[in-house]
């Protein structure tokens, strides 16, 4: 990939793109308080593989109805798998197992670390200009996660210190996997890339879940369903599907500062679902982080 002109980066960041972050970004937010009311009922690994087995199942029949092949052109194999890996497999098992140690508002505050592992990864691989508009960006951004961070006093205890370590990891990973989606494009349609990386990734996790956790039917109520299927067609079939969009769009790392939106709306979403806290220090990261976003938009 060639360096880009000073003015490319602009050029790139279409009004679609940004639309499709902000579906990303909400359905994303919504979905960590969800995550946590439903390990009161379910397992991790059992609710993120099976969500995502199925939601990519929906996704595929999706892609068929519109005349849309899931047929993988040759040679896209690994750079499928690879995505799939990255971008799912990983996510889920960290993130799900995560929510063990954590509460859903310190998860997604660590989780949404990603864009500045991004934003770093996509300097020397993606030749992306690190401009000063945008170090401000990451800056205003990191300053939204400190404040949600410190609002509370938050604590690393030696309790939370493996969810900690998950939920970085995650992190890191998930930004990987955003360069990697950039610079190892997928030659097959949205719908359809985006179907078989959910299936593929969740595949795994759906199996780990089985053999490891046991997981029960009768064990969710009414609300447990209804939850789970948002999880299925909002968090995987939409979001994601808008997240692959957006980044087909937008450059790495304007799309990753772009989901710093993500934590604000987990952590407003968790106050009033979950009853945890809401005061000062989240207002301040709503303020710090919007104005990230905005300056990562420019």
């Not at 990603?114 to 401009?131: F, H, K, Q, V």
């Not at 979403?269 to 976003?293: N, W």
């Amino acid at each position: 990939m060639t360096e880009s002109k000073p003015t490319s980066a602009r050029a790139r960041v279409s009004p679609a793109g940004l639309m499709f972050l902000a579906v990303t970004s909400v359905g994303w937010g919504f979905n960590w308080p969800i995550m946590k009311h439903i390990l009161t009922e379910w397992p991790p690994l059992s609710t993120r593989g099976m969500n995502g087995v199925v939601g990519g199942a929906l996704l595929a029949a999706l892609a068929l109805t519109r005349g849309e092949s899931l047929r993988v052109p040759a040679g896209q194999w690994p750079r499928l798998l690879l995505s799939a890996f990255l971008n799912v497999t990983t996510w889920m098992t960290l993130m799900g197992l995560a929510l063990l140690w954590l509460p859903a508002n310190e998860a997604v505050v660590l989780a949404y670390t990603m864009p500045i592992w991004t934003a770093l990864l996509a300097w020397p691989l993606l030749r992306e200009r690190m401009s000063v508009t945008r170090i401000l960006a990451l800056l205003m951004a990191f300053a939204g996660v400190a404040a949600l961070t410190g609002a509370d006093g938050f604590e690393a205890s030696m309790d939370k210190l493996p969810g900690i370590a998950m939920v970085l990891v995650g992190a890191f990973i998930f930004g990987l996997g955003t360069i990697t989606a950039k610079r190892l494009p997928l030659a097959m349609p949205l719908i359809s890339s985006s179907a078989l990386q959910i299936g593929l990734g969740s595949v795994p996790v759906a199996l780990a879940g089985l053999w490891f956790e046991h997981p029960r039917i009768e064990a969710l109520s009414s609300l447990g369903w209804a939850l789970m299927t948002y999880m299925t067609v909002i968090q995987f079939c939409i979001a994601y599907v808008c997240w692959f969009a957006a980044l087909a769009r937008l450059p790495a790392s304007v799309a990753a500062i772009g989901t710093m939106a993500v934590p604000v709306i987990g952590v407003a979403a968790s106050s009033v679902a979950l009853h945890e806290p809401l005061g000062p220090g989240q207002i301040a990261a709503l303020v710090f982080t919007l104005a990230g976003v905005v300056l990562a938009t420019r």
